[in-house]
Nanobody, 128 residues
Framework: QVHFVESGGGLVTPGGSLRLSCTAS????????IGWFRQAPGKWREGIAC????????YYADSVRGRFTISRGAAANTAYLDLNNLKPEDTANYFC?????????????????????RGPGTPVTVSS
């Protein structure tokens, strides 16, 4: 079973930037797609940026497209999320999750059950 550890969150003023990182232990050939999700207090989980396990394509939620960038590390079990032009509504707990190599970027963000692979997350607070 994969276990993610996320880091890089913190307090930032509106318009600022952060870089989040996540690394998974227990990564095997059973995993291929990887993505970032967030959950704000009282709100449902949102898949915001995902990488396809099939072809490396990327998917972004409308709320972050053009401001956030997902990338993969040299190892398949590592992913980064660059957050730019942060807004107060980006305040949330950010976490990684994964799915099998046949999972597309869109499916991981929008449909995959992620509770079994997600990490505890790293909190991001955007406030002046």
């Amino acid at each position: 079973q994969v276990h993610f550890v996320e880091s890089g969150g913190g307090l930032v003023t509106p318009g600022g930037s952060l870089r989040l990182s996540c690394t998974a232990s227990g990564w095997t050939r059973d995993y291929g797609a990887i993505g970032w999700f967030r959950q704000a207090p009282g709100k449902w989980r949102e898949g915001i940026a995902c990488i396809s396990g099939i072809d490396g394509a990327t998917y972004y939620a409308d709320s972050v497209r053009g401001r956030f960038t997902i990338s993969r590390g040299a190892a398949a079990n590592t992913a980064y999320l660059d957050l730019n032009n942060l807004k107060p509504e980006d305040t949330a707990n950010y976490f990684c999750a994964a799915d099998d190599p046949q999972t597309s970027d869109w499916y991981l963000c929008e449909k995959s059950p992620v509770e079994n692979t997600r990490g505890p997350g790293t909190p991001v607070t955007v406030s002046s």
